[in-house]
Nanobody, 118 residues
């Protein structure tokens, strides 16, 4: 059974930091590209950051220079370090694992709430 479990969300003041974690089980983690998405109320889910099997990273323009994605294959875990948080970063953050050779091998976590407010 495949599971992706996000953690680390919470309430933070503008300008603060949070680190999200996504722990995977039931898959060979190193074989998957991993992405973080977010969805704010009334908005579509959007890609925030991604890290490929080879370690290449990409970011949405809105978070470049503030967020950093990293992966630890030994721990089957991906992290999203979020600095200089803004109220517009408020959303539910989801972890996604997708296999580059099969669209059927695509898994989602349950999400973790991030709220940026004073």
């Amino acid at each position: 059974q495949v599971q992706l479990v996000e953690s680390g969300g919470g309430l933070v003041q503008p300008g603060g930091s949070l680190r999200l974690s996504c722990a995977a089980s039931g898959i060979i983690f190193s074989f998957y590209n991993i992405d973080w998405y977010r969805q704010a109320p009334g908005k579509q889910r959007e890609l925030v950051a991604g890290v490929t099997i080879g370690g290449t990273t990409n970011y949405a323009d809105s978070v470049k220079g503030r967020f950093t994605i990293s992966r630890d294959n030994a721990k089957s875990t991906v992290y999203l370090q979020m600095n200089s948080l803004k109220p517009e970063d408020t959303a539910v953050y989801y972890c996604n694992a997708d296999h580059p050779l099969s669209s059927r091998l695509d898994y989602w976590g349950q999400g973790t709430q991030v709220t940026v407010s004073s």
